[in-house]
C-alpha cells in the first residue's frame, strides 16, 4: 500500500483526484493507496440525503446498491449554507453512503482506495471504525467507542464513526465501485466545531459533535499528534490492505452510509 498526503485542498479537487485513483485501482495500475486531505470548509451530501439520485435498491442498515455504471458520476456543488461569523460554506452532492457532513480545517480526511477482494462492505466498514479507534486511544489516549445503541436512527440501521462518551468524534461514508472503495473517514482532532452546530451532521444533532482537542481540554500540541496519527492509521491501514489480495472484479457500484 502507498500513502499518499494531499495536503489542504478543495474538495471537487480532491474528489477528482479520488476518482483518478479508483480508475487505475480498478485496471490494476496502482496498488492500494491511502489520501490524506484536508479541506477548505465544505458539506458532503451523501445518497441518504439526496432526493433527486435513485435510491431503490436501499436497504435498511443503511447500503444501497445502484445500477451498473460507465463511470463514476460528478460531484456536484448545488447550494451553500450561510454559518453565522463563518460565512458562506458550499455543498456537494456526492455518491458516497450517509447524509450530509461537514469537511475543513482541523480535520484528518483520509480515502483509502483499495480493492475489497472480500466482498463484505459491513466488514470493511468494521475494519475502518476498528483502526480509527485503536489509532484515537493510542495517540490521544481517549476511551473512545462505536456508535451507542441508544443513538441508532432506525431499528437495525448500520451506523458507522466513532464516539466519545456521548459525542461523534469521526465519521465514516464509503462508495465502492467495481469493488474499488472510495470516500472513507474523516476524523475531528481541532475543528472548528461550529460549522457542524450550523447543520443536523449524519442525521444527528450538531451539538453531538466533538474534536480531540476539545477532549483533552485544549492540552498537547496538535500539529504533532496530527502527525502521529497519520503515521498510526497508515500503518493499520496497510495492515488491512494485506488481506486483500486480488486482481480488479467487474461489479456494481455500492454506497454505505455513516
Known sequence: MQ???LGRKNYLEAWAIQKEFVE???AGEIEDTLLFVEHEPVYTVGRASQSSLDRSGESADGLASDRI????PPATE???IHVRKLGDVPVVEVERGGKLT???PGQIVGYPIFHLTRRDLRGYLREMERILMSTISEQALLSVKPCPETLFLEPGQLQTGVWVRDK?????GIAVRKWVSFHGFALN?????RYFEAVEPCGFSGSIMTS???????MGDMRVLVSNLKRTLAEKFSVLSNTYHAAPLQSPEVSASV
Open 189 to 193: 482532532v481541532h475543528t472548528d466545531l
Open 69 to 72: 455504471t460507465d463511470s463514476i
Open 168 to 172: 461523534k468524534l469521526a465519521s465514516i
Open 3 to 5: 500513502t499518499l498526503d
Open 212 to 218: 480531540i482537542e476539545r477532549e483533552l481540554g485544549g
Open 78 to 80: 448545488t447550494a451553500s
Open 102 to 104: 461537514f469537511h475543513g
Open 24 to 26: 487505475k485501482r480498478a
